[in-house]
């Protein structure tokens, strides 16, 4: 008998039950032995959003959101963020471990090698509207790399896993740099391998005329902080987007456009946009306790604050408001990062939002430094993708040698009609229903 158990009585039937409970988890499965005779199915959860179930074991990134902690495979994320590079964190995700000087070279010859994409994509790129969004473009492209790569689908080879891992973290830059120049009527790029992979990024969204690109320091750093912070954050909806149809053994690059199209939701990366209409709205500090207002009588939302599993402040929207000050000290002083620390002091100070426990999270200050840096809002959620893109391979790669994980298929309540005849369906009783 296991060491820690949960009993069940059920009451319909008053047998009882012990479950074994491990990792403070009881097995949903476990429940299906709990019936009222031998034709029920048996006792199932339900659980819309899965705000209370493990969908995995995942030893990648670890989150207390009472304490406002994050770190990946065991580093702090604030660690990380100030000693490493985007690229050693990338294989640290990927692999378990940071890279040593060696290791760290060579992945890095290896990304920034296969940062090239086929003339034949970038020609389908420049298929699209003058006006598309470059979400879209970006989604679109990154499903449409499965076509160059059709050796992808064998995704049981370890080898061949590594081999499209390099290919998309090369390549998702170029998709998304290549997007925003199309979505500004401007020339295409190519990369620059003897770059870092920010500053490559740099290089290929602003390049002119100039024979060679130098990003600022200061900027390319911050970007790469930037990407530091975003790389992983264990379930949340893109990443269970990727392990929900990685399940069904589809090839990385289009488990990576679906987990994209997650992410292009405005509930889940496009809130940092949301956040800069916000402070838009609001204008000048001196309007805060108006809006604040507002928010509390519930005619509008304090956009970038609250988040599902922090009930603290997000430990990445700290660093991030760091990173803004180095960046305004290059770009000049922006009246919206000013706006926006006399909402967080407003806030943070005010009962409604203490109660609810509503801290500013990774969303509040990301915009403005991208908006600061030169970016334009709709570029954003692309911006979150490019190393989102990482957490998403290091679950699917999981997944994939996970023994324990199948197709995932849940279940449902069924709340619909019992059994109708055809013939039944133009009665009068049926006419009056359906008129309401
Ligand atoms: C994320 O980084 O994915 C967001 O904070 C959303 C989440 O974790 O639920």
Known sequence: MPEETLRITDNRTGKAYELPISQGTVRAIDLRQIKTDS????????????????????????IDGDRGILRYRGYSIDELAEKCNFLEVAYLLLFGELPAPGELKEWEHNITHHTMIHENLKKFMEGFRFDAHPMGMFVSSVAALSTFYPEARDIKSQANRRMQVM??????????????????????????????????????????????YDANPVLARALEILFILHADHEQ????????????AHSDPYLSVAAAASALAGPLHGGANEEVLRMLDEIGDAKNIPSFIDKVKRGECKLMGFGHRVYKNYDPRAKIIKQTAEAVFKVTG????LETAIALEQVALKDEYFVARKL???????????????????????????????????????????DPEQKIARPRQIYTGHALRKCEEANTAAHTQAAKG
Request: net charge neutral.
């Open 236 to 247: 949340n909806c893109s990443t269970n987007t990727m392990r929900c149809v990685g399940s």
């Open 359 to 401: 801290y500013p999270n990774v969303d509040f200050y990301s915009g403005i430094i991208y908006q600061a840096m030169g970016f334009t809002p709709d570029i954003f959620t692309v911006l979150f993708a490019i190393p989102r893109t990482v957490g998403w391979l290091a679950q699917w790669n999981e997944l994939v040698e």
């Open 39 to 62: 034709s029920d199915f048996g006792l199932m959860t339900y659980d819309p959003a899965f705000l209370n179930t493990a969908s995995c074991q995942s030893s990648i990134t670890f």
């Open 333 to 336: 002083f922006n009246p919206k």
């Open 167 to 212: 290919r998309l973290i090369g390549k998702v830059p170029t998709i998304a740099a290549y997007a925003y120049r199309h979505s500004l009527g401007l020339p295409y790029v190519y990369p620059d391998n003897s770059l870092t992979y920010a500053a490559n990024f740099m290089n290929m969204l602003w390049k002119m005329t100039e024979a060679k």
